[in-house]
T-cell receptor
Framework: DTAVSQTPKYLVTQMGNDKSIKCEQN?????MYWYKQDSKKFLKIMFS???????INETVPNRFSPKSPDKAHLNLHINSLELGDSAVYFC??????????????FGEGSRLTVL | GNSVTQMEGPVTLSEEAFLTINCTYT??????LFWYVQYPGEGLQLLLK?????DKGSNKGFEATYRKETTSFHLEKGSVQVSDSAVYFC???????????FGKGTRLSVIA
């Protein structure tokens, strides 16, 4: 049973398209995150939700819109894809605000390639 | 703000060599420090952590000691194996409510 699962694992699409990546965790955690990893492996946080509420929104273009229907799911929708959006997107979860030990549980990543 | 600086990679070692990956940090207060590892094609996973000064985190033969005086958390292993080939990330957080801040990662390749 995968703790944090993301779909799809690979996504190849044309510039200008809209795409979504889904994430689910079965750990009972309250907090979920989206990180972007570029080609040089640099990992940067994009968003964080705690119990369905947005708590961190880093400097990310408005084309990126996260949605958390419940605390076990955090989806990422990207409009009008650009070449620079090509990256690996990681979903992660942790216990919750005030209870975090700093340990994040990561999904396997979704590699997005924009042509 | 908080930041983490790791040595640039890639690092290439022969099997059974000694490994050191340097990590220094800038943070207010007393952060908790972490090393995460990313094996090829996988997400990151926690390798070890230390939550206060002079603590030593250890796992799978890897060790790192929280040095407040030098603001460092260097990763070491006495004898690396081919299976240790991965990207290693140093990270910190100030509190339970702030997200982890990661270093840029150091790629390790171990050759037989």
């Amino acid at each position: 049973d995968t703790a944090v699962s993301q779909t799809p694992k690979y996504l190849v699409t044309q510039m200008g398209n809209d795409k979504s990546i889904k994430c689910e965790q079965n750990l009972g955690h309250d907090t979920m995150y989206w990180y972007k990893q570029d080609s040089k492996k640099f990992l940067k946080i994009m968003f964080s939700y705690n119990n369905k509420e947005l708590i961190i929104n880093e400097t990310v273009p408005n084309r990126f819109s996260p949605k958390s229907p419940d605390k076990a799911h955090l989806n990422l929708h990207i409009n009008s894809l650009e070449l620079g959006d090509s990256a690996v997107y990681f979903c992660a979860s942790s216990l919750g605000q005030g209870r975090n030990t700093g340990e994040l549980f990561f999904g396997e990543g979704s590699r997005l390639t924009v042509l | 703000g908080n930041s983490v600086t790791q040595m640039e990679g890639p690092v290439t070692l022969s099997e059974e060599a000694f490994l050191t990956i340097n990590c220094t940090y800038t943070a207010t207060g007393y952060p908790s420090l972490f090393w995460y590892v990313q094996y090829p094609g996988e997400g990151l996973q926690l390798l070890l952590k230390a939550t206060k000064a002079d603590d030593k985190g250890s796992n799978k033969g890897f060790e790192a000691t929280y040095r407040k005086e030098t603001t460092s958390f260097h990763l070491e292993k006495g004898s690396v194996q081919v299976s240790d080939s991965a990207v290693y990330f140093c990270a910190l957080t100030n509190s339970g409510n702030t997200p982890l801040v990661f270093g840029k990662g150091t790629r390790l390749s171990v050759i037989a």
